[in-house]
């Protein structure tokens, strides 16, 4: 029987990754899931929330994509627990094994120096009609050029889905500290962020109602325009210097 873990996934309007990622979990023998809604209003996802079996917790509000820390909710939940945070929209693979967590757990007992361990996400299977998959590609690609260990890869982590050492990252709302002390890993441990797979020019009902019901100051990728702050970001690291495709720009070596 799996090892039980608390699993927080923070919602916002988006009902159908989230079902996805709630039916991995169950088949990979969780049952202490956590669904923390920042006060969502697309119908079909509140009626998913009135069904489930896991515990739901009504924020009322909305806090963004840190609301799991803000909110208090993992530390009232998870003291002194080994915990997953993820956002509603990581999938993992479908050849994704099972034993992802116990995997996770044990690289966090190997690298004794990381705060969390989490999926690398797929980039190689981006669709055209995604209006930003070049850019994706582009900016994700350097996080898969550290490898530690053949698939495992020196990369930040920010709220993708990743098992987290007890206690840590209580610091919000700044989550950043622990962004430089996490690693990534590879095939077959890969999921997939579903905004990356949208048709950009007929984003479904779910993706419009979203898009309409989105905090304006919410950094995604789903936007008419990459967000400013995106952008900057981008530029700081270079990632459209090189012209060459990212797998050509990586270089695998281990960090310093």
Not at 136 to 152: D, I, K, L, M, S
Not at 226 to 246: G, K, Q
Request: glycine content about 4%.
């Amino acid at each position: 029987m799996a090892e039980q873990v608390p699993i927080f996934i923070n919602s916002r309007d988006r009902v159908t990754p989230l079902r996805e990622l709630v039916e991995w979990c169950e088949h990979a023998g969780q049952t202490r899931i956590y669904l923390v809604d920042n006060d969502s209003t697309y119908p079909a996802l509140r009626a998913y929330l009135a069904s489930t079996p896991h515990t739901v917790i009504q924020l009322g509000h909305n806090l963004g994509h840190k609301a799991l820390w803000e909110s208090g909710v993992i530390q009232r939940h998870a003291r002194g627990e080994f915990y997953v945070a993820s956002d509603p929209d990581i999938v993992p693979s479908a050849g994704c094994p099972l034993d992802a967590l116990a995997f996770f757990r044990r690289l966090l007992d190997r690298y004794s120096d990381r705060a969390k361990v989490g999926f690398g996400l797929k980039i190689d299977d981006l669709p055209k009609h995604y209006r930003f998959s070049r850019d994706v590609r582009n900016w994700e690609g350097q996080f898969w050029a550290r490898e530690v260990e053949p698939g495992v890869y020196d990369a930040p982590i920010d709220t993708t889905f990743a098992l987290h050492r007890p206690d840590t990252d209580f610091g919000a709302p700044d989550v950043l500290p622990a962004l430089a002390r996490s690693l990534r890993t590879g095939e077959p441990y890969v999921a997939r962020h579903t905004a990356w797979y949208v048709n950009s020019r007929k984003p479904d009902a779910e993706e419009r109602y979203y898009r309409e019901h989105a905090r304006s100051d919410v950094t995604h990728w789903n936007a008419d325009e990459l967000p400013p702050r995106l952008v900057e970001m981008m530029r700081s690291a270079n990632v459209w210097r090189d012209n060459r495709p990212w797998w050509q720009r990586i270089t695998r070596r281990r960090p310093n």
